[in-house]
C-alpha cells in the first residue's frame, strides 16, 4: 500500500525479529491435537502454560485444525478464564460463542495496542485463532513491550507520559439517530459498546469502568479516562508501557466513513494527563518505539496464538483482499484485571 500523505504510518518492524519466533513458536505437527492433546495437563499443554509463562506469547502452528472452537479448546490451555466483551471501543461482532471478530475494517491499518488500555478494566492476555488466510500480506504483527517499556522511557516524552500520564476521550454515537441511514462518521455506538438500550443502564457501566460521562447533542455519550501511561505488572515487578497512539484520532487514518473527519471530530483523542496536546514528533516517536520491537506473524488455517496484554502489543496493516480471498482471524479475550497503574519504585 503506498503512503499515505500527511499521516504517520507504522514500519510495524525493522526486518529482523526483535526476538527470537523459536522461543514462542510450538509446532504442532507432532501432536494429534484431538481430545488428549488439548486436555490440562498433557504435554502439549505443559509446553504451551511453561513458553507462556516465560515469554508471554505463544504461538500454534502445524495444528491442522479448521474449526473455531478446537482452536478455542487450544488456546484455552493457557486462557483458562475469558471475558465477556463490553464498554469496549472496537464495534465486535461475536462469530461463534465466545469467539468475536476484529471489529476494525481490513482496508485500515491498526497501529500497535495494548486491548482495552482506555477503561479501568483491562483483560490479561487474548488470542487470535486463523480460520481463513491470505498469506504475508494478512500478516499479525506483536512488538516486544519490555523492550518498547525501556526505549521510551530514555526519551524525554517518556518521561513525560510517566510524570503527566494520559486522558482518553471517546465519543460514542447513538444508534437511533442514524436509523434509516448510512452510519458516516461512525466509530460506535453507545448501545454496542455498553450492551443496552438505556441511557442510564450506559451511564452506570461507563462509570464502572472508571469512566467520566456527558452527554451531547443527539445523545452522543462522550467518555474521558484519566490514568497512568504505565500499568504495574506483578510477574516481572516492573511498570510497563500500556499506552499508545490507538487511542487518538490517528486510529481512523485509513478508516472508511471516518477518515474524512477533522482530528478535532473524530471519535477517538489521546492528550496528556493534564489535557495538553501531544505534538507530531511526540506522536511519531510513539510509533517508532513499538516498530523497534514488531516480529510478524504470519498466519495459516489452524494457527493460535496467545498474547499478555501486558508483555505484547498487536496491530496490523491494512489489508486489500482481492477477488475470493478471505481473511477471518477469531479473537479471544482473557480474564479481566482491575488497572493499578504504575507503581513508585517500580521502574
Same mark, same amino acid.
Given at each position: 500500500m503506498a503512503p499515505l500523505p500527511n499521516i504517520i504510518e507504522p514500519r510495524w518492524w525493522t526486518g529482523t525479529p526483535a526476538m527470537d519466533p523459536t522461543r514462542f513458536t510450538i509446532d504442532c505437527s507432532a501432536y494429534n491435537m484431538d481430545d488428549a492433546d488439548l486436555s490440562a495437563g498433557s504435554d502439549l499443554a505443559i509446553r504451551m502454560a511453561s513458553t507462556f509463562e516465560a515469554v508471554g506469547l505463544v504461538y500454534l502452528t502445524n495444528t491442522g485444525l479448521t474449526d473455531l472452537q478446537a482452536m478455542r479448546s487450544a488456546a484455552k490451555l493457557v486462557m483458562e478464564n475469558e471475558m465477556y466483551y463490553e464498554a469496549g471501543a472496537n464495534p465486535r461482532d461475536s462469530l461463534e460463542p465466545n469467539v468475536y471478530e476484529i471489529g476494525?475494517?481490513?482496508?485500515? !491499518?491498526?497501529?500497535?495496542? !495494548?486491548?482495552m488500555a482506555y477503561v479501568g478494566?483491562?483483560?490479561?492476555?487474548?488470542?487470535?485463532?486463523?480460520?481463513?488466510?491470505?498469506?504475508?500480506?494478512?500478516?499479525?504483527?506483536v512488538s516486544d513491550n519490555v523492550q518498547a517499556t525501556d526505549a521510551i522511557l530514555e526519551t524525554s516524552f517518556g518521561q513525560k507520559l510517566k510524570r503527566l500520564g494520559l486522558c482518553y476521550h471517546r465519543d460514542l454515537t447513538d444508534r437511533?439517530?442514524?436509523?434509516?441511514?448510512?452510519?458516516?462518521?461512525?466509530?460506535? !455506538? &453507545? =448501545?454496542?459498546?455498553?450492551?443496552?438500550?438505556?441511557?442510564?443502564?450506559? /451511564?452506570?457501566?461507563?462509570?464502572?469502568?472508571?469512566?467520566?460521562? /456527558? &452527554?451531547?447533542?443527539?445523545? *452522543?455519550?462522550?467518555?474521558?479516562?484519566?490514568?497512568?501511561? $504505565?500499568?504495574? $505488572?506483578?510477574?516481572?515487578?516492573?511498570? *510497563?508501557?500500556?499506552?499508545?497512539?490507538?487511542?487518538?484520532?490517528? &486510529?481512523?487514518?485509513? &478508516?472508511?466513513?471516518? =477518515?474524512?473527519?477533522?482530528?478535532?471530530?473524530?471519535p477517538l483523542k489521546l492528550t496528556f494527563g493534564d489535557g495538553s496536546e501531544m505534538t507530531r514528533e511526540e506522536k511519531k516517536l510513539f510509533v517508532d518505539i513499538y516498530d523497534r $520491537?514488531?516480529?510478524?506473524?504470519?498466519?495459516?488455517?489452524?494457527?493460535?496464538?496467545?498474547?499478555?496484554?501486558?508483555?505484547?502489543?498487536?496491530?496490523?496493516?491494512?489489508?486489500r483482499l482481492d477477488d475470493n480471498e478471505d481473511r477471518t482471524l477469531g479473537v479471544m479475550l482473557g480474564e479481566t484485571f482491575d488497572r493499578v497503574q504504575d507503581l513508585p519504585n517500580k521502574w
Open positions: 476494525a475494517p481490513l482496508e485500515a !491499518h491498526l497501529h500497535y495496542h !495494548h486491548e478494566q483491562s483483560t490479561r492476555m487474548l488470542g487470535f485463532m486463523a480460520r481463513s488466510t491470505v498469506g504475508l500480506k494478512g500478516a499479525t504483527f437511533a439517530s442514524f436509523a434509516g441511514s448510512e452510519e458516516i462518521g461512525v466509530y460506535n !455506538h &453507545w =448501545q454496542k459498546s455498553m450492551l443496552t438500550e438505556d441511557p442510564a443502564a450506559a /451511564e452506570a457501566k461507563a462509570q464502572s469502568r472508571g469512566l467520566q460521562i /456527558e &452527554w451531547g447533542k443527539n445523545r *452522543l455519550l462522550r467518555t474521558r479516562y484519566y490514568v497512568s501511561a $504505565f500499568e504495574y $505488572f506483578a510477574p516481572l515487578d516492573r511498570n *510497563l508501557l500500556f499506552a499508545s497512539v490507538a487511542d487518538d484520532g490517528m &486510529w481512523f487514518d485509513t &478508516w472508511p466513513k471516518v =477518515q474524512h473527519l477533522a482530528y478535532d471530530e473524530r $520491537f514488531g516480529i510478524p506473524i504470519n498466519w495459516s488455517v489452524g494457527d493460535v496464538a496467545i498474547v499478555c496484554n501486558y508483555r505484547w502489543a498487536h496491530g496490523r496493516p491494512g489489508i
